[in-house]
């Protein structure tokens, strides 16, 4: 890591203690961070680096040394990053449903069905991909029916065998396996002392979604192939393809198989090996098909195409009902219960995947005009539209109940509170205690996101069932009519408002990755989900992109080292994700650094969000062992009207009797009122403002947190 040189107001002091600020996701500049119009980089690059006030004196009133760690442009550094991050979004979600796996005796079982999710996942998106290139283009453009020019007669291929236009048109998904091969081979600079050393399993499991994807790819063109007469060549190739997709299956089902150090070197070669001959297969296959001079099966659609497709489809939707059972069924007890979070977002990452696929094969039909007369794309498709349109559907209904529902108990909690904390307010402040118990009010629905991400996990029934139907060849116009006795046409504006609504999303994740990444203002509501989704490394699905926390990490843990050899201490103050990071990092600190380190968190979502979505790595007992190795040298501030952050171990509301416990955890989480008061202040025209999740370090209450920690580590016994 590049290291500058010191300058005026570098030198260290005997009692100098660095003040090192991490923020959250809004990802904040460095100037708005250290509260200075003018800053340098001291450290790091372009992407994540240390910045210090730029003057004569980069120290505050209260003697302590300001320092930035800004690391924003580490998870969507450049459009690209952010646009593929957009386009990789299911396979995103799906990594991170592994990460938040419950504990106790499920865990093992849903690392597996995770796993198995995001093996389909990229099957899903093959079989989107070959619907275009060989049932729209190869099949029925260039052959059954009578598409739109200039596909009718594309690249000449209209006058060449149907065998040849399938291998031709199959190179297409083919080059999309080997786009997401690269993509899924990028990794975060720089490489060395990672935080988690998963880079061997991400190799393992790029070689396993390889193979599966060129073996389904098989399957779709021998399974054609059949359909005009089998040959003892074409059972041989699809029974070998079919081997290397319950190999594939077999290397995630097996315990452990992957992961143990044991077992990794054999685990590696038969991943390797079971690559290479899917792509040997798939080299076999392509000759075949294209040499086989045999007539084929007349038919609207590529033989064989409906059944893969549907079965794809049906295993995702089985897969998604038995990973939300497991995790329904070892949930813990809490308001937000601990690893309900992976139903939740495996639920959503299959739901963008199945619709993805969808819309892709059914707008690539409208441009290319190859569904006209024979009732539109494939029937799975049509399903998985219709229930995308009713998921999103019954989602916002949920969200609208659950606001109504739980707005009575929020109002009254919100209430109390309020009047603990004024007691005894103005009359002229009537409106203005309006307006905070709302923000408290609003900030509490945190509490009830547990019960409904419970409801939409078990909405994959719906999924299901509708899977299904398509596996039974019932048209949706059919039951609409005879059994929910449905007006003509219902299901038609139901399937146009699915390529409505899933054209919408894209346009709005792509509009949201642009606008994350030239707009910090945006990025503060949107750069959750990229920076949290990309925090973890690939465990699951290798072509998510690559987890930034393996270079914020080290890198952050690097340069407090490097600071305690300069300085009497280091204060690590985090807000809200930055709290994460220096929770992790505190974990790497040698002894030797840690005892000259404090840790100010503040809006931070350790406890309230993290422990109960990453139950298996973010617990109590790992926020117990940061504690034990700062020498709970610790203070956490947080508000009732942050809907992010909130207190650690203990809540210490006024009013409450306090508790008598000799625990050093009992004293780390100090309250701040929010506001500081109703009314402008003397001097002041306008009053204290509801400060919520901002970071506020420039807050008196954050001052003193400050000057309290600074005490501490110039303390001769370390505070």
């Given at each position: 890591m590049p290291q500058a040189a010191p300058r005026h107001g570098d030198q260290p002091r005997c009692d100098d203690v660095v003040e090192l600020r991490v923020h959250g996701v809004s990802g904040a500049r460095p100037s708005v961070i250290l509260g200075a119009e003018r800053v340098r980089q001291v450290a790091g690059d372009a992407r994540g680096g240390f910045h210090r006030r730029d003057g004569p004196d980069s120290t505050d009133p209260d003697g302590v040394t300001l320092e930035a760690y800004r690391w924003g442009d580490l998870p969507s550094g450049t459009v690209g990053r952010?646009?593929?991050?957009?386009?990789?979004?299911?396979?995103?979600?799906?990594?991170?449903?592994?990460?938040?796996?419950?504990?106790?005796?499920?865990?093992?079982?849903?690392?597996?069905?995770?796993?198995?999710?995001?093996?389909?996942?990229?099957v899903v998106y093959v079989v989107s991909i070959a619907g275009v290139a060989l049932d729209l283009l190869a099949w029925r453009c260039l052959g059954a029916a009578a598409c739109r020019a200039p596909f009718d007669t594309l690249a000449g291929l209209d006058d060449r065998p149907v065998g040849q236009r399938l291998a031709m048109s199959a190179l297409l998904p083919i080059v999309a396996v080997g786009v997401l091969r690269l993509l899924g081979t990028r990794r975060p600079r720089p490489a060395g002392n990672p935080l988690w050393a998963v880079e061997p399993l991400v190799v393992r499991?790029?070689?396993?979604?390889?193979?599966?994807?060129?073996?389904?790819?098989?399957?779709?063109?021998?399974?054609?192939?059949?359909?005009?007469?089998?040959?003892?060549?074409?059972?041989?190739?699809?029974?070998?393809?079919?081997?290397?997709?319950?190999?594939?299956?077999?290397?995630?089902?097996?315990?452990?198989?992957?992961?143990?150090?044991?077992?990794?070197?054999?685990?590696?070669?038969?991943?390797?090996?079971?690559?290479?001959?899917?792509?040997?297969?798939?080299?076999?296959?392509?000759?075949?098909?294209?040499?086989?001079?045999?007539?084929?099966?007349?038919?609207?659609?590529?033989?064989g195409y409906d059944g893969i497709t549907g079965g794809a489809l049906l295993g995702q939707m089985v897969l998604l009902v038995v990973l939300s059972g497991v995790v329904l069924w070892h949930r813990g007890r809490s308001a937000l219960p601990r690893g309900l979070g992976a139903a939740l977002i495996a639920a959503i990452a299959v739901g963008l995947t199945g619709a993805f696929s969808a819309g892709l094969v059914y707008q690539a039909g409208v441009l290319l005009g190859g569904y006209r007369g024979d009732?539109?794309?494939?029937?799975?498709?049509?399903?998985?539209?219709?229930?995308?349109?009713?998921?999103?559907?019954?989602?916002?209904?949920?969200?609208?109940?659950?606001?109504?529902?739980?707005?009575?108990?929020?109002?009254?909690?919100?209430?109390?509170?309020?009047?603990?904390?004024?007691?005894?307010?103005?009359?002229?402040?009537?409106?203005?205690?309006?307006?905070?118990?709302?923000?408290v009010a609003r900030?509490?629905?945190?509490?009830?996101?547990?019960?409904?991400?419970?409801?939409?996990?078990?909405?994959?029934?719906?999924?299901?069932?509708?899977?299904?139907?398509?596996?039974?060849?019932?048209?949706?116009?059919?039951?609409?009519?005879?059994?929910?006795r449905l007006p003509a046409g219902a299901v038609g504006m139901g399937l146009a408002g699915g390529t409505y609504l899933l054209a919408a999303v894209l346009l709005a994740l792509v509009l949201g990755g642009l606008f994350a990444y030239r707009r910090?203002?945006?990025?503060?509501?949107?750069?959750?989900?990229?920076?949290?989704?990309?925090?973890?490394?690939?465990?699951?699905?290798?072509?998510?992109?690559?987890?930034?926390?393996d270079r914020a990490v080290p890198e952050l843990a690097d340069r407090i080292g490097q600071l305690t050899e300069r300085h009497a201490g280091v204060l690590l103050c985090g807000?809200?994700?930055?709290?994460?990071?220096?929770?992790?990092?505190?974990?790497?600190?040698?002894?030797?650094?840690?005892?000259?380190?404090?840790?100010?968190?503040?809006?931070?979502?350790?406890?309230?969000?993290?422990?109960?979505?990453?139950?298996?790595?973010l617990d109590e007992k790992v926020l117990r062992e940061v504690g034990e190795r700062v020498g709970w040298r610790w203070l956490n501030l947080w508000r009732d009207t942050d809907p992010v952050g909130g207190w650690i171990f203990a809540a210490h509301r006024p009013g409450e009797p306090p508790s008598e416990t000799t625990d050093p955890a009992g004293r780390v989480d100090r309250r701040l009122r929010d506001p500081a008061g109703l009314l402008p202040s003397a001097g002041e025209r306008r009053p204290p403002p509801v400060r919520g999740h901002h970071p506020g370090e420039s807050d008196p209450a954050f001052r003193a947190a400050v000057r309290d920690l600074v005490g501490r580590l110039r303390s001769p016994d370390g505070g």
């Open positions: 952010t646009l593929a991050m957009v386009l990789l979004l299911p396979f995103m979600l799906s990594n991170a449903a592994v990460w938040m796996r419950p504990t106790g005796s499920g865990a093992a079982g849903v690392t597996v069905l995770c796993r198995l999710l995001a093996l389909n996942l990229t499991l790029r070689a396993i979604h390889v193979a599966a994807a060129l073996a389904v790819l098989d399957l779709l063109l021998l399974t054609a192939r059949r359909g005009g007469g089998a040959t003892p060549g074409t059972t041989v190739l699809l029974t070998l393809s079919a081997a290397v997709l319950v190999a594939c299956v077999g290397l995630l089902v097996a315990p452990g198989l992957i992961d143990r150090a044991a077992t990794a070197r054999i685990a590696t070669v038969t991943a390797r090996a079971t690559g290479v001959l899917a792509a040997g297969l798939t080299v076999a296959t392509l000759v075949a098909v294209a040499r086989d001079e045999r007539g084929w099966q007349s038919s609207a659609g590529l033989p009732g539109g794309p494939p029937l799975p498709y049509r399903w998985t539209l219709l229930a995308f349109f009713l998921h999103v559907a019954v989602a916002v209904l949920l969200c609208g109940a659950m606001t109504l529902l739980s707005r009575r108990r929020r109002r009254g909690a919100a209430e109390a509170i309020v009047a603990r904390d004024f007691p005894a307010p103005p009359p002229e402040a009537t409106g203005r205690l309006r307006r905070v118990t709302k923000a900030a509490r629905f945190t509490e009830w996101v547990g019960l409904l991400a419970a409801t939409y996990a078990s909405l994959a029934v719906v999924g299901l069932a509708t899977s299904l139907l398509g596996q039974f060849g019932r048209e949706p116009d059919e039951l609409a009519r005879h059994y929910l910090a203002w945006f990025r503060r509501y949107v750069g959750i989900l990229w920076d949290l989704g990309t925090f973890w490394p690939r465990a699951a699905h290798p072509f998510a992109p690559p987890s930034y926390a807000h809200s994700h930055g709290s994460a990071l220096l929770a992790l990092a505190v974990l790497r600190l040698p002894p030797s650094v840690r005892r000259r380190v404090a840790l100010l968190t503040y809006g931070s979502p350790l406890d309230r969000l993290y422990a109960r979505l990453f139950p298996a790595y």
